[in-house]
């Protein structure tokens, strides 16, 4: 049975003080749930969280990590390090790293590797924007998204990879995905998945949904088959409105 998770990417946000008061919170009030529970602090704090959160559940994930072991790469971290301060998981691939800072597929499938070859977890972020979902071409979109970075992996490297649908129209922009539209993308997943390697894998990969995610329509998508929880941006920086999440699941 796959695994349910709900996850916190805190992007740029929060300072060192804020940081702990939002873990200190989050720590008190997290509810009991079969569902991981992950937050993403900054660089800086990730050290700080993973020892605050030493003898909590809830685990410390990285927001991006570059490909390289070490080297002149000024200002990136590599996984060796990560791994070093306790962080097991990186996000690869979010849809702003990818509009932002010029991460393209092959940047991505580097990336992959490197978080691979050190055992890492990764949740692979990837989804379509308003204009492909427009003109109907949002499932070609995924669909070579997760080809070009993903669909020449081993098939045991996929124990190791949660996928996180994230619409770029629906994130940070109030709009969410509907539950039916999260369904529709996520059983798409699964069966391009199931085309490129088995059904075993492609349903024992967790597809979490992502976009403007709040107290007030968790449930409903969560309740969908298909769907196994959630990367939810602004909504995780309130520790009321993640603990909510969380209950919802
Ligand atoms: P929001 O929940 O703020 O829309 O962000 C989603 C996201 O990008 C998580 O990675």
């Known amino acids: 049975m796959r695994n349910q998770i709900v996850a916190g990417n805190w992007k740029m946000n929060k300072t060192h003080a804020e940081t702990e008061k939002l873990l200190s919170e989050l720590s008190a009030k997290l ?40 080297g002149a790469y000024t200002g ?10 306790g962080v097991e998981t990186v996000i690869i691939g979010h849809s702003e790293r990818r509009a932002y800072f010029g991460e393209t597929d092959a940047i991505l499938k580097k990336k992959v590797a490197a978080a691979l070859e050190n055992n890492m977890r990764i949740m692979f972020c990837f989804g379509e924007e308003l204009e492909d979902r427009k003109s109907g071409n949002h499932f070609n ?30 994130i940070g922009t109030g709009e969410t995905a509907s539950p039916e539209q999260a369904q529709e993308m996520h059983a798409f997943i699964r ?59």
Not at 76 to 85: K, Y
């Open 76 to 85: 990136e971290i590599s996984a060796d390090m990560l791994q070093d301060i």
């Open 31 to 70: 509810p009991n749930t079969h569902a991981e529970v992950m937050v993403a602090p900054t660089y800086v704090n990730l050290l700080g969280a993973v020892q605050e959160l030493e003898s909590s559940t809830i685990e410390v994930i990285a927001q991006n990590m570059h490909f390289a072991k070490n």
């Open 141 to 170: 979109i995924v669909e070579n998204q997760l080809k070009e970075a993903l669909f020449e992996l081993e098939a045991e490297s996929w124990q190791r990879i949660v996928l996180a649908y994230e619409p770029v129209w629906a």
């Open 191 to 249: 069966e391009t998945i199931t085309k490129a390697y088995n059904e075993t894998i492609a349903n024992e990969v967790s597809i979490l949904y992502g976009g403007s995610v709040k107290p007030g329509n968790a449930a409903e998508i969560f309740s969908k088959p298909d769907v196994d929880g959630g990367l939810i941006g602004g909504a995780s920086l309130v520790a009321e409105d993640f603990v909510a999440i969380i209950r919802a699941i």
